[in-house]
């Protein structure tokens, strides 16, 4: 059978989502081309080569992008049969990719893909694909599967090379980026995340054989930094900490990143010397508010006072925290954007923090626990398809019109290349006037000048491209 994975966005990293499965499907004994169309345009003579496409959906802006594809692929190719897989496919299933797909897979997707593949190849389902009666509607409910399966090597010579995707700035250089998983799923059941909706607290370790031979592949292809994507590195810390040490003895030179909770930073305080030794460099954390409040409605297992301790323990080590966050919420307050601002500053994290998430508003997809929170019923609005997220509105109108401000400031920030510290000067001030405040003035010993804070270190390891939910 031949078979066309298609990724419309992964993070800015090269797509795991494309490798794994092609490898699982060539195993098989199927042909497998894969394009990924955050950095390759759309490939007509792929799609007239293939027998069936897969679409990897592992995040919300993937989905939005995927249905997208979708929607050209049908214009180009009614009966191909076509499938997504992933975190996000069972989102906007009605409305959206149930008109769209023949199969929609979640949670270990790759047995499902695999078997629905062998059905095409067996002959077993008309033109249209499973499930796909000919008004173009799919009956398939999603498979949500969360069986141990095997796991295989990902087929990295079928994606577009490392130099292709986001780099790792720090110390004046960049250097090329691999991104690996050592676990999927979480254990946790933060009601704004949507993995919960598909793990439901569970996760599914990937075999440290597999994980260290593709990090070795990826070194071969001339990665010089890792990028541990697991949604929780230390949901399995024994698996987690093996792994990192085995890597740091295979490859001392390498360096890494990864992402865990605040509330694993603390209780894991002894492994932390270990994962400076073997190259750790920064922790993605979800800090996503400083208002305790917020935190206790998202079920974020933290506090504000427990993040800072977290900042302060890793930097201890030597380890830089780059936070992500989710300011805007219907909860959200003017004052409470000032004392995000101002932590971002107490917390030297300016140029820890990509502009881009003093502007993230909350999803609400289908199935989002959220929806159950009686806090959320005042605010809620209709379901938006095209979105795939339920709207809302916030309690103060002007938190909403704060966030478009903001928004346009980050685009145009971006657009201008402009520092980052010269962007969350213009996203303080218009924090600031929005409570009513007058900017701090340089002998107050917030900033230097404009665009210019103190302690801003911009040399700070990162990554070349933000991320999007």
């Not at 260290?212 to 292809?221: F, K, M, N």
């Not at 101002?342 to 609400?364: K, S, T, W």
């Amino acid at each position: 059978m031949r078979v066309l994975l298609i990724s419309t966005y992964e993070l800015g990293h090269q797509p795991l989502h494309l490798a794994s499965p092609a490898a699982a499907l060539i195993d098989a004994g199927h042909d497998v081309r894969c394009l990924d169309l955050s950095v390759e345009s759309f490939d007509r003579a792929a799609l007239d080569w293939a027998e069936a496409v897969g679409i990897s959906v592992p995040m919300h802006t993937a989905m939005r992008l995927a249905i997208r594809a979708a929607r050209g692929i049908r214009r180009a190719r009614p009966g191909r049969p076509l499938c997504f897989y992933g975190l996000y496919a069972p989102v906007g299933r009605d409305a959206t990719a149930g008109a769209l797909a023949d199969r929609i897979l979640a949670g270990e997707y790759e047995p499902a893909l695999l078997e629905w593949v062998g059905e095409l190849a067996a002959g077993n389902v008309g033109e249209l694909g499973v499930g796909r009666p000919t008004n173009g509607a799919s009956t398939d409910r999603p498979t949500i599967s969360l069986d141990r399966g095997s796991f295989h090597l990902p087929a990295r010579g079928l994606l577009p090379p490392l130099e292709r995707y986001a780099h790792l700035a720090f110390g004046g250089q960049e250097r090329l980026v691999g991104y690996v998983e050592a676990s999927h799923g979480c254990v946790h059941r933060c009601r704004h995340c949507p993995i919960p909706v598909v793990y439901d607290g569970r996760i599914r370790v990937v075999g440290q054989d597999v994980v260290l031979e593709d990090i070795a592949q990826l070194v071969a292809a001339g990665a010089q930094h890792i990028t541990f994507g697991d949604p929780d590195f230390l949901n399995g810390a024994r698996h987690s900490l093996r792994i990192a040490q085995a890597m740091h003895e295979r490859f001392p030179g390498l360096t890494f990143d990864c992402t865990t909770k605040v509330e694993h930073v603390l209780e894991h305080v002894r492994i932390w010397p270990e994962l400076a030794e073997a190259g750790c460099l920064f922790v993605v954390s979800a800090l996503e508010s400083v208002d305790d409040e917020i935190l206790g409605r998202l079920d974020k297992g933290h506090t504000t006072a427990q993040a800072v301790e977290a900042i302060a323990l890793l930097r201890s080590h030597g380890i830089e925290v780059r936070p992500s966050f989710m300011p805007f919420t219907p909860w959200t307050t003017r004052e409470g954007m000032v004392e995000l601002v101002d932590f971002v500053v107490e917390q030297d994290l300016i140029g820890n923090v990509d502009p881009v998430q003093f502007a993230i508003r909350l999803l609400l997809p289908e199935g989002s626990l959220l929806l159950e929170h009686p806090d959320m019923q005042p605010h809620l609005g209709p379901y938006d398809a095209e979105r795939l997220t339920y709207t809302w509105s916030a309690a103060d109108p002007e938190v909403d019109r704060l966030h478009a401000r903001l928004s346009t400031l980050v685009e145009q920030g971006a657009a201008a290349e402009e520092p980052v510290s010269t962007t969350f000067y213009r996203i303080r001030s218009e924090v600031l006037a929005a409570a009513g405040r007058a900017p701090a003035g340089a002998g107050e010993g917030v900033y230097a000048g404009p665009g210019v804070f103190a302690g801003a270190d911009l040399e700070r390891p990162r990554l070349t491209e933000p991320w999007f939910c």
